[in-house]
């Protein structure tokens, strides 16, 4: 499985992006799709998930209520809506995946995911 975000960019705080992570290679349908960040001289950071099915999600504690990740498993996207952006929001985004046998979605630990995507810089300007 190749992963390929893309929809990073320089947005102003309180503005809004949205990040894609396109699949090719298999179906990740029974894949939970992850989001983390990294910033330098950090870990990588969890930040979102969705489970296999798509009805399932689970957010880091910084990004609920702001952050939104939704996939279609026809178009074999994952995507991450981004909203109300603040400067420590700024990072290198990168999609992941692991495969799972649970719909669940539950927070994810950078260390047990099967693939994994290069990643988009989101710049947050205050």
């Known amino acids: 499985v190749q992963l390929q975000a893309s929809g990073g960019g320089l947005v102003q705080a309180g503005g809004s992006l949205r990040l894609s992570c396109a699949a090719s290679?298999?179906?990740?349908?029974?894949?939970?799709m992850g989001w983390f960040r990294q910033t330098p001289g950090k870990e990588r950071e969890f930040v979102a998930t969705?489970?296999?099915?798509?009805?399932?999600?689970y957010y880091a504690d910084s990004v609920q209520g702001r952050f939104t990740i939704s996939r279609d498993n026809a178009k074999i996207t994952v995507y991450l809506q981004m909203n109300s952006l603040k400067p420590e929001d700024t990072a290198v985004y990168y999609c992941?995946?692991?495969?799972?046998?649970?719909?669940?979605?539950?927070?994810?630990?950078?260390?047990?995911?099967?693939?994994w995507g290069k990643g988009t810089q989101v710049t947050v300007s205050s």
């Open positions: 969705i489970g296999r099915s798509g009805l399932s999600t």
């Open positions: 992941a995946a692991v495969y799972r046998r649970t719909t669940v979605a539950g927070p994810l630990d950078s260390s047990g995911m099967d693939y």
């Open positions: 290679g298999r179906t990740l349908s029974g894949y939970a």
